[in-house]
């Protein structure tokens, strides 16, 4: 499949205006190439963000549904891909609550370990560590890190996403930082030697 | 490069392993997709306080639900619009015999969307002649108060004189223009835009009772029946145009998300079950951003007039 311009440039933006009202006309075929061209990076944050393929597939499938749905509505106020990935990552948040929700309605909550706190007692492995560290943070700090230290997206991008100013996204992000910094403070010697 | 730069970039490098995704499975994917837009039925949600399912099954679930409470939806919408219709009606047929009055209505409607307005204290006719055309555009976008609509009423019925110059626009006109709580109102009918905001106060007065409540069965009881037609305005809402914006659009998904768990909150619920609640509507500031988006008195006084 033919993959879009990149948006900044202006055959870019024809490009996908001419696909946008290609889909809205209901072309199949237009909307598996929409389909095709974000379809990726819309995956790929969800599963970072849900851990699991199955979640992973249906936030991504419910995001294109909404899309397709949606697609009428969308006025060229942001490009396709941000405007897509508002609409990913607020059906990941919202599933995740509500898979957390009925988890832990499931299996009563075990004594959670909080960032700082954690005793570096059996010597993990830096990825366990810092996965576990990644998981106790809390969701405003997570979806940031992981949008933009992880999967490479600008604060403008994220702030867009999550509805919130790009200043808002770099202090999340500093602060994320610095909570999982503390979190493995006691790799820091190595790190710095 | 500072040491906590050297830091970063190195947990920068090893959370690259975080969940990291495999090969996006696409056609699978786009297959489930085609599958669910052939089925009847729009509607698609991930069901509330439920694990997540195929996009096909959730679409067929929400078919089925939608066939089996069609007719109530539709009797509930059709009361719910109706009485919101007689609101707006009545609040707009009460402009009295003075001219003065009508005038001042047709003035607010001229009013430019960005006109600020003035302070409670500037808007009293004790005050009204402190209030100066050049200080008022001065006056930036953050320093506008969301205005009392009966102080607001009665003041520009008292001295015209205030619109006139620029001093005040009360919100509750419903023309459209952009309201200092971010959402944005030009494209949403009035109607949905007023009946967003009287759910929105009902559902701050829900979660501030369960809030604030005592604990026992029949709190419940009364809390879950109160959400349960909360929850299916909210749902309503986000299948309308007041669903379009996307911040109004994110703040009703948030408060289905509560509501959902108030209804499935059983007689005999642990305190852990309330703090989870109270959990949800804490993480994301429901309460907060209930509060920015419903302006200063409007819908229970459009409403109940």
Redesign the interface.
């Known amino acids: 499949m033919m993959a879009l311009k990149v948006p900044d440039a202006r055959r870019g933006w024809v490009s996908e205006r001419q696909l946008i009202a290609r889909v809205v006309d209901g072309d199949p075929a237009a909307q ?1 190439e929409l ?2 061209s974000h ?2 990076r819309v ?2 944050l969800a ?5 699991e ?10 995001t ?3 899309a ?2 949606r697609i009428g ?1 969308f006025r060229f106020e942001s490009s396709l891909a941000t405007w897509l990935h ?1 609409i990913g990552v ?2 990941a948040l ?2 995740l ?3 957390k ?5 499931e299996a009563p ?1 075990e004594a959670a370990s909080s960032i700082g706190t954690i005793t570096r007692e059996a010597e993990p492995d ?2 366990v560590r ?2 576990e560290a ?1 998981d106790s943070l ?2 405003k700090y997570r979806t940031v ?2 949008m933009h ?2 999967e490479g997206f600008t604060h403008e991008e994220i702030g867009a996403a999550l ?1 919130i100013p790009a200043g808002t996204s770099k202090t999340r992000l500093f602060q994320g ?1 610095a909570k ?2 503390e979190a ?1 403070a006691d790799f ?1 010697g190595e ?2 030697s | 490069m500072t040491d906590e730069e050297r830091i970063d970039e190195i947990i920068r490098n090893a959370a690259s392993d975080y969940n990291r995704p495999p090969a996006t499975p696409k056609d699978e994917m786009w297959t489930a997709i085609q599958s669910a837009q052939k089925s009847a039925g729009p509607r698609l949600h991930i069901t509330a306080g439920g694990a997540s399912r195929s996009a096909s099954e959730a679409h067929g679930t929400a078919a089925r639900f939608s066939q089996k409470f069609m007719w109530i939806g539709m009797a509930a919408a059709a009361a719910f619009l109706l009485a919101t219709g007689v609101g707006i009606g009545r609040w707009t047929n009460t402009s009295g015999p003075e001219t003065a009055q009508q005038d001042t209505v047709r003035h607010i409607v001229e009013a430019p969307a960005n006109t600020p307005v003035a302070p409670p204290n500037e808007v009293g006719p004790s005050s009204a002649p402190e209030v100066e055309p050049s200080s008022s555009e001065k006056a930036p976008p953050r320093d506008v108060q969301p205005a009392s609509r009966t102080r607001s009423r009665e003041d520009i019925r008292r001295n015209p004189e205030i619109v006139r110059k620029g001093g005040t626009l009360p919100r509750y006109v419903g023309i459209p223009q952009t309201t200092n709580n971010g959402f944005a109102t030009a494209p949403v009918n009035t109607t949905y835009q007023v009946a967003t905001q009287r759910h929105l106060a009902d559902a701050e007065a829900l979660l501030t009772s369960f809030s604030l409540g005592t604990r026992d069965e029949r709190m419940d009881a009364q809390f879950a029946v109160w959400a349960k037609g909360l929850l299916s305005n909210t749902r309503l809402l986000l299948d309308s145009p007041a669903g379009d914006d996307p911040r109004r659009a994110k703040l009703l998904q948030d408060l289905e998300l509560v509501l959902a768990q108030i209804v499935q909150l059983s007689p005999n619920a642990a305190a852990q079950d309330r703090e989870l609640i109270q959990g949800s509507i804490q993480s994301e500031n429901v309460m907060t951003r209930l509060r920015t988006a419903i302006p200063a008195g409007q819908p229970r006084e459009i409403t109940e007039r």
Not at chain 1, 101 to 105: E, I, L
């Open positions: 598996r389909y095709e379809v990726d995956y790929r599963y970072r963000l849900a851990g393929d199955e979640l992973a597939r249906d936030f991504t499938q419910l294109f549904i909404r397709f749905e509505d508002t607020s059906i919202n599933g609550r509500k898979v929700t009925a988890r832990t309605r909550i830096l990825k810092l996965k990644i809390s969701e890190f992981l230290d992880v509805g930082r999982l910094r493995l820091r790190w710095i």
